[in-house]
């Protein structure tokens, strides 16, 4: 399992931009694969991008072009940089380890993420 604390989230004006940390700590081969994950109040946990140890991310349809998806190994820190944001980006922003590619006993608890607000 991996444990995570999330920070960078706040509120911001359409259009700009915030940078999001996740601080990693645990199994180190559980974080080969780590994503951000987001979930609006009313709907499903969504995952909004991905990357793997060797640096490749992939990323929801949604957010391609706009976000981008990075780590620090030696740091055990996965970043989301966010750009042009928009109003439906407004979610609680969490990471956790992509159980799509890595194990399911990989994934840590869902902490309480950081709140991302994104004004008209």
């Known amino acids: 399992q991996v444990q995570l604390v999330e920070s960078g989230g706040g509120l911001v004006q359409a259009g700009g931009s915030l940078s999001l940390s996740c601080a990693a700590s645990g199994d180190t081969i559980c974080m080969s694969a780590m994503g951000w994950y987001r979930q609006a109040p009313g709907k499903e946990r969504e995952l909004v991008a991905g990357i793997i140890s060797g640096g490749r991310a992939y990323y929801g349809d949604s957010v391609k072009g706009r976000f981008t998806i990075s780590r620090d190994n030696a740091k055990n820190t996965v970043y989301l940089q966010m750009n042009s944001l928009k109003p439906e980006d407004t979610a609680v922003y969490y990471c956790?380890?992509?159980?799509?590619?890595?194990?399911?006993?990989?994934?840590?608890?869902w902490g309480q993420g950081t709140q991302v607000t994104v004004s008209s």
């Open positions: 956790n380890a992509d159980t799509t590619i890595a194990t399911l006993s990989c994934a840590g608890s």
